[in-house]
């Protein structure tokens, strides 16, 4: 009877448990309730702090305080570069990291220390707002709010007495409020002189430490400790008013202003030295000027010749003479490959008396370091005429001054104006058969030409052409082309392109005036410098 009676027991459960699920399911398909109501929907400003902290628990800040802009533009670039930035911000990491452990090291008998992984992870940090403040102050400050809630992989082996061990750190969180400064603001790229950066309150840092495999913060009251000590110890170093300062420009020599002009004069040099295995060398002189950004100067090339005659004459905007100097290179020139260095020297400004032109014989060097013996080789000489005009307080360039533009010139039209190109000069123009560069400039139909410069790579051809106009050319493109023609007869290929631009002339006419080197297409590594001036009546 007991047996019969379990069997009955387990039969009914089964068949009980069978009818309810399918009871069950029936109803809920098809018995569906009257009593729902569709739900109210109400707009977001109509709630109150505690409902909306309950529904968004992390507002961002250009949400709750409206000073703060939103940044969306610079998370989603920095989510691309991230791949990129992780790998140069570890390589820093570990070359600054490097020298400071080596010298720490031996206090504590450790033989060493070395990062067996070194990697930010996957997430990359995102700002949730930047606030930026105005001042009458020549500085730009931003206020951004970071938040970086990582997966890096930071693993350090320590070995010591035959023993090796290794610490992970894991599930890295920063949280923190930077305010960052650009001063002072300069009239030279990239527009200021120093970066400060500052933290305005005590930065959240929460992460995890693996020694052995065993989570290190697990261990009671070490949390806590950790955490306050990587509080205290950055603040000690960069909470506000205290400043990480890295400097970018010398603020000194940013701010200052022209204050004379250095005029050159590169007569000859003598006894040059034979740089080519056939035949004497192709000689050119290129004029730099320290402490400054503008592009140097060069002469024209004189082909097979140890004792060139130039007589050629350039200007130079000096801001700082006692500092600056001018410096002279000759090279031989080669229509494949490198140009040869054959010789330097250098002139500091402050030896000139000002206003005294100076003709100077100056010996040609392979440095300026006097303990290189090398310098004791004769290279030849070459002989400049330098004159530093100081400026007087009426000749002083103001800045407006700079990018003003002539008028036009008699008879222009009322309501259009005069187009001037000067082409300065090309660098690494190079042709297949020939290179006797020349400039073919075209617009509207009108076309311009400059002479022809015979077995040159860089040549120089400071030319000015006009073109009038009726109305200003604001969807209008400059066509430039450099081209070479053989100076044989009866060549197979008499001329070849050798590069060309198509400017398009509506900053020109907005801004007046735009002096750039362009890169040219159909070149492998030819740029042109190119000049142009908008010129109206008024």
């Known amino acids: 009877m007991g047996v019969i009676s379990t069997l009955l027991g387990f039969s009914g459960f089964g068949i009980g448990v069978s009818a309810g699920l399918v009871i069950g399911y029936y109803l809920f398909i098809y018995f569906q309730p009257t009593d729902v109501k569709d739900p109210v929907i109400r707009p977001l400003v109509e709630r109150d702090s505690e409902t909306l ?38 390589k820093t990491a570990k070359e600054i990291a490097k020298p400071i452990i080596a010298e720490q090291i031996p206090k504590f008998k450790i033989d060493s220390v070395e990062f067996e992984h070194l990697t930010l992870g996957s997430l990359p940090p995102t700002f949730q707002g930047m606030k930026v403040y105005v001042t009458d102050e020549k500085e730009l400050i931003m206020g951004p709010s970071l938040k970086w809630a990582g997966n890096p992989n ?9 023993l090796k061990a290794t610490v992970q750190v894991v599930d890295l969180q920063v949280f923190a409020a930077p305010r960052i400064t650009l001063k002072p603001l300069v009239p030279s790229f990239p527009c200021f002189a120093k970066i400060c950066v500052s933290l305005m309150e005590k930065p959240h840092v929460d992460f995890g430490l693996r020694l052995f495999g065993a989570d290190l913060m697990s261990i009671p009251g070490l949390y806590r400790f950790v955490q306050e000590q990587i509080k205290d110890q950055v603040a000690n170093m960069y909470l506000w008013p205290r400043t990480l300062e890295v400097q970018i420009l010398d603020p000194s020599k940013a701010l200052k202003k022209p204050v004379g002009l250095l005029h050159i004069k590169v007569l000859r040099a003598m006894k040059l030295k034979k740089k080519d295995l056939l035949g004497a060398s192709d000689p050119y002189v290129k004029i730099k000027l320290t402490e400054s950004k503008l592009p140097s100067k060069k002469t024209t090339v004189k082909h097979k010749n140890l004792n060139p005659e130039w007589n050629e004459e350039f200007n130079m905007v000096i801001k700082d003479p006692e500092s600056q100097a001018v410096e002279l290179q ?43 013996v090398q310098n004791e080789k004769s290279r030849g000489q070459i002989v400049v005429e330098l004159l530093y005009k100081p400026f007087k307080d009426e000749d002083m360039p103001t800045f407006e001054d700079a990018g003003a533009v002539p008028k036009a010139s008699e008879g222009t039209p009322p309501g259009g104006g005069e187009l001037v190109v000067r082409v300065h000069e090309a660098q690494d123009v190079e042709g297949k058969h020939h290179t006797n560069p ?64 198509d400017i398009p002339l509506g900053d020109v006419v907005h801004n007046r005036r735009i002096n750039e080197k362009y890169h040219l297409i159909d070149s492998r590594n030819g740029k042109i410098q190119i000049e142009l001036q908008w010129r109206t009546v008024s």
């Open 53 to 90: 902290e309950r529904m968004l628990p992390e507002i961002p800040l250009w949400v709750k305080n409206p000073d703060f802009d939103r940044v969306d533009w610079l998370n989603k670039f920095i989510e691309y570069m991230w791949p990129y930035l992780d790998k140069a911000i570890c």
């Open 154 to 162: 930071v693993a350090i082996v320590a070995k010591s007495f035959g």
């Open 330 to 372: 000759v090279y031989d020139w080669e229509q494949v490959g490198k140009h040869d260095k054959m010789g330097m020297n250098v002139v500091p400004i402050k030896e000139l008396t000002p206003d005294e032109p100076k003709t100077m014989t100056l010996e040609l060097l392979k440095n300026m370091d006097p303990n290189d």
């Open 438 to 501: 020349y400039v073919r400039v075209l617009l509207k139909g009108e076309e311009r030409k400059t002479k022809h410069i015979k077995k040159n790579r860089d040549p120089r051809w400071d030319e000015e052409f006009k073109f009038t106009l009726e109305e200003p050319p604001t969807n209008d493109k400059l066509h430039v082309e450099v081209a070479s023609a053989s100076s044989r007869i009866g060549l197979l290929h008499p001329k070849e392109s050798l590069g060309y631009v």
